[in-house]
């Protein structure tokens, strides 16, 4: 059974830098055959996919125009996890965040509300 | 960008009745060459993140209910609760993973009428 396991703070100051992990259990971050993806969740943007990272014969990365310029996913193949960093941010940015696991998505993490204040 | 609009955006629907969800993509989200429909369906209660009920437009995923069912192809999807339970009050998704960037519909909030 895959588990995904969130953390990270739920308070970022404007400008900062939203930092996130999303722990894997029952898959390989570098299993070939899937992708690991960042969605977040907030009244005004509704569900909105942020990128993904994955492997097939090396790591690739895929992110939102949105957030392109700011976003960083990363696998960390030693803990079997990846990251969401999310530079610059603004209380717009302020939303609850999930890591899932593929395309369509059967496993989530169990969310994190990250609230962008000073 | 694929655009997915969802209606009703909230439905009111009776004990035993039927509820019907649509949802509509800017383009077709079907593949030509395995006539697949990149379509999914997700349940979402409070707290809690979405659940996935439908893939592929129409395959409910393990121990999903069979009151539900998802139809559709190309740029129209249909999601419907046969006959609607207490349990199946929350807010449904659809989302198209046909190409980048994935997108979600605005969500259907399903309450008892």
Known sequence: QV????????LVKPSQTLSLTCAISGDSVSTNTTAWNWIRQS????????????????????????????ITINPDTSKNQ????????????????????????????QGTLVTVSS | DIVMTQSPDSLGVSLGERATINCKSSQSVLYGSNNKNYLAWYQQKPGQPPKLFVYWASTRESG???????????TDFTLTISSLQAEDVAVYYCQQYYSYPLTFGG???????
Do not use: H, M
């Open chain 2, 64 to 74: 999903v209910p069979d009151r539900f069912s998802g139809s559709g192809s190309g």
């Open chain 1, 82 to 109: 990846f990251s969401l960093q999310l530079n610059s941010v603004t209380p717009e940015d302020t939303a609850v965040y999930y890591c899932a696991r593929g395309y369509s998505f059967v496993y989530w993490g």
């Open chain 2, 107 to 113: 969500g259907t909030k399903v309450e008892i009428k």
């Open chain 1, 43 to 70: 009244p005004s943007r509704g569900l909105e996919w942020l990128g993904r990272t994955y492997y097939r014969s090396k790591w690739y990365n895929e992110y939102a125009v949105s957030v392109k310029s700011r």
């Open chain 1, 3 to 10: 588990q995904l396991q969130q953390s990270g703070p739920g």
